[in-house]
Nanobody
Framework: QVQLVESGGGLVQAGASLRLTCAAS????????MGWFRQAPGKEREFVAA????????SYADSVKGRFTISRDNAKNTVYLKMNSLKPEDTAVYYC??????????????????WGQGTQVTVSS
C-alpha cells in the first residue's frame, strides 16, 4: 500500500514558477513508476509527466515539454514537478500517481495503482 500527498500548489501569475511535491509513504518507493496528471474544470484528467523507478527516466506531455521537469528523490520517498513559464491553461488540480511497474512511463490513468488527493494550481493572466 502506498499513500501519496501532494503539496506546493497555489495562485501565481503567468510566467511564474512553482514546484509541486508528492510525498509517498510505504515501502519500496524506488520500485514504483511515478506520474503527474492534471484535471481542469469540466475536462478529463490528463497526463503531464512520468518518471521511472530506479533509473529515473522521464516522459512529458507535449504541452509541458521544455517548461516542466519531473524528478524524484528515492531517499526521501518524494517526487517533484518543477513548473516554469506557467500559462493560464496550466490551471488545474494536479495529482500524482504511483504505478507498480518500475519502468513504466504510462500515460494511462488506469495503469496507476495509487493516487493522491491533488493540489490546486491557478495561473492568472
Amino acid at each position: 500500500q502506498v499513500q501519496l500527498v501532494e503539496s506546493g500548489g497555489g495562485l501565481v501569475q503567468a510566467g511564474a514558477s512553482l514546484r509541486l511535491t508528492c510525498a509517498a509513504s510505504g515501502r519500496a518507493f524506488s520500485t514504483y513508476g511515478m506520474g503527474w496528471f492534471r484535471q481542469a474544470p469540466g475536462k478529463e484528467r490528463e497526463f503531464v509527466a512520468a518518471i521511472t523507478g530506479i533509473n529515473n527516466l522521464p516522459s512529458y506531455a507535449d504541452s509541458v515539454k521544455g517548461r516542466f521537469t519531473i524528478s524524484r528523490d528515492n531517499a526521501k520517498n518524494t517526487v517533484y514537478l518543477k513548473m516554469n513559464s506557467l500559462k493560464p491553461e496550466d490551471t488545474a488540480v494536479y495529482y500524482c500517481g504511483a504505478d507498480r511497474a518500475t519502468y513504466g512511463l504510462s500515460r494511462r490513468l488506469d495503469e496507476y495503482d495509487y493516487w493522491g488527493q491533488g493540489t490546486q494550481v491557478t495561473v492568472s493572466s
